[in-house]
């Protein structure tokens, strides 16, 4: 991951991308709805709409998260990309919930789509769009680790399926019989609108309730702390992921007899290896002599 400063720019522009994107794709889903009146359409409209809304809460969100930390916020506003994934969770989950009770309407009242050449091109110029701007929402994750844009990704990379799906929807039932296929799609398209909307919320909330980094990662921060030759013992790691970085806390064993100052250089040492690998990380390193008796984390 690069220095959190270096990409800022960048998670700012990928905000104001999606909302771009779904601006183009409200105009283009709702003229194609009213002309041809699918279903399936208007649950991709309705599931444009929601993106953005949800794409508006993210800007915020990154805008805010973007702020320096200061005298009432010592560890900064990265946490606010957590609320905005929750925030789309919830807007997704209403979109879903809409979209499956318009499928079961059409589902009981089927009738034949109008002009769904019109619908065909809408749908392939939606999808050409969503699909540019999760390639670009994607190159900006793996430069930032901004968990809103991801959600983000996740959630439009969604849409492609969607609209993929809205798409054979539209052609077998403009030129078939077969006009139920139309409330089918619209069905499978609000079941997957509600497995993302779930999925987004379990993420969500693993930021806000400072749930524990990956086993993997911790496990290779321990490591990294024991390289050091006059690190002799190691216990109370605790960690979470504000969003955009992690908070890591844990406490060093060292000869008891060692000076102040050397465990001081100690600490910077251990500090900086784990930041090579996790960059713009928090540390609170606390030192112990080896041997003393103290109440230890039980989870440990």
Avoid at 85 to 114: D, H, M, T, W
Avoid at 131 to 149: E, R
Avoid at 219 to 224: H, Y
Avoid at 267 to 275: G, H, K, P, Y
Wanted: charged share 20%.
């Amino acid at each position: 991951m690069e220095n959190q400063k270096n990409t800022d720019p960048l998670v700012r522009s990928a905000s104001i991308a999606s909302l771009l994107v779904a601006s183009t794709l409200i105009v283009l889903k709702y003229y194609g709805w009213v002309t041809t009146t699918s279903v399936s359409l208007l649950g991709s409209l309705a599931d444009s709409l929601i993106d953005f809304l949800a794409s508006v809460f993210v800007f915020i969100a990154v805008s805010y998260s973007l702020l320096p930390a200061d005298a009432k916020h010592r560890f900064g506003y990265d946490k606010s990309e957590g609320l905005a994934a929750f925030i789309q969770s919830l807007l997704i989950g209403i979109s879903g919930i809409y979209v499956c009770f318009e499928a079961i309407k059409r589902l009981l009242n089927p009738s034949q789509i109008n002009q769904p050449s019109i619908a065909i091109w809408i749908i392939l110029v939606s999808i050409a769009l969503t699909l540019a701007l999760v390639m670009y929402q994607k190159y900006v994750v793996k430069k930032s680790k901004s968990i809103a844009i991801e959600s983000d990704q996740y959630h439009y990379l969604t849409d492609t399926y969607i609209n993929l799906s809205v798409l054979f929807s539209i052609v077998i039932t403009g030129w078939t019989r077969f006009v139920f296929i139309d409330a089918l799609v619209g069905l499978l398209i609000s079941g997957v609108v509600l497995y993302t909307s779930v999925t987004l919320l379990k993420k969500s909330f693993k930021i806000l309730l400072d749930q524990e980094i990956q086993s993997d990662d911790r496990d290779r921060i321990k490591e990294i702390a024991l390289d050091h030759p006059k690190v002799l013992g190691f216990h109370d790691l605790r960690t979470r992921d504000t969003g955009r970085k992690y908070i890591i806390q844990f406490h060093l064993e060292l000869d008891p007899n060692m000076s102040l100052l050397e465990s001081h250089e100690i600490t910077d040492e251990v500090t900086d290896n784990v930041l090579k690998l996790y960059p713009d990380s928090e540390l609170i390193i606390h030192t112990d002599p080896l041997g003393i008796d103290e109440v230890r984390d039980q989870f440990e």
